[in-house]
């Protein structure tokens, strides 16, 4: 078995330094005469971009779609009860209710990824200035790499252990643009990535797979400035190689990334400090 991993460079993540006013950014570039950026903000809507009130809609049909957990225990018996709103699947979880067949398992991540991605919608708003050009053809390439996950799948302490030092070292001081990936494709606001390919004598190839896709540009903490709101995965996929089921059980993630400034490096914010 033969696996390619991208090389591992190391780095530092930059700090806010400089001038915010135009007017001065303006003059330091004439004294020196220099190539300066505009630091005018981005204020471009990339044409598939939803508004907040549309993108909140098209989460309400997917939340109000629900679906089942089994409820009891092996020794009772387990009965299937629906939910069709997360408030009714959070109940459900509380009484002890889970997805018992793989199928329910993943549905059951996925629904809790979606009640997890309404709350934060709650707090969302249109922002008066954004630092995002997701129109860019680059737009991808600063984003921070700790937005890699870990991927799904994992089941064994040994397995998880191994996978989390491995990515660790992949996404360590760097952004996306950093890194050395096997296969990339990157279309308007959408990237999809092999991180790593694995040769299996039994059925052939396996890929380590990240996705991306911008799913809002919004500002969620309240400054005034935009948040890029990412929808994505990490799960092996094969053309050959039979996976199951339980390959893409935790795959799914959502990530917000912060910028305030123009020169300003963009950061990952955790989903738990948005209801500080």
Known sequence: ?????????????????????????????????????????????TPNMESVNEYRETLFVRENAGGSLSCGSDKTGWKSEDYRSCTSFYSLREKGCQGYKQRDMNEEAR???????????????????????????????????EVIPYRGGLYSKDAWDEDRLWRDNL??????????????????????????????????????????????????????FAELWLNGSREHQSETCSLGSANTLGAGFSAYINKDAPMEASSVIRYEDLFE
Do not use: Q
């Open 1 to 45: 078995m033969t696996r390619k991993r991208p090389g591992h460079v190391g780095g530092m993540r930059l700090k806010r330094v400089g001038i915010r006013a135009k007017g001065l950014h303006v003059i330091f570039c004439a004294i020196f005469l220099a190539g300066c950026e505009d630091p005018t903000p981005t204020r471009r809507n």
């Open 171 to 224: 996404v360590a001081g760097k952004s996306l643009g950093d890194i050395d990936f096997v296969k990339l494709s990157v279309s308007s606001n959408s990237l999809v990535a092999s991180l790593s390919t694995e040769e299996l004598e039994a059925c052939g190839t396996i890929d380590d797979v990240f996705s991306l896709r911008v799913a809002l540009v919004a500002d969620f903490d309240g400054d005034g």
């Open 111 to 145: 629904y809790e990824l979606l009640c997890r991605d309404i709350k934060a919608l709650d707090r969302a708003s249109v922002a008066s200035t954004t630092y995002f050009d997701v129109e860019a053809t680059d737009w991808w390439k600063s984003i921070p790499a």
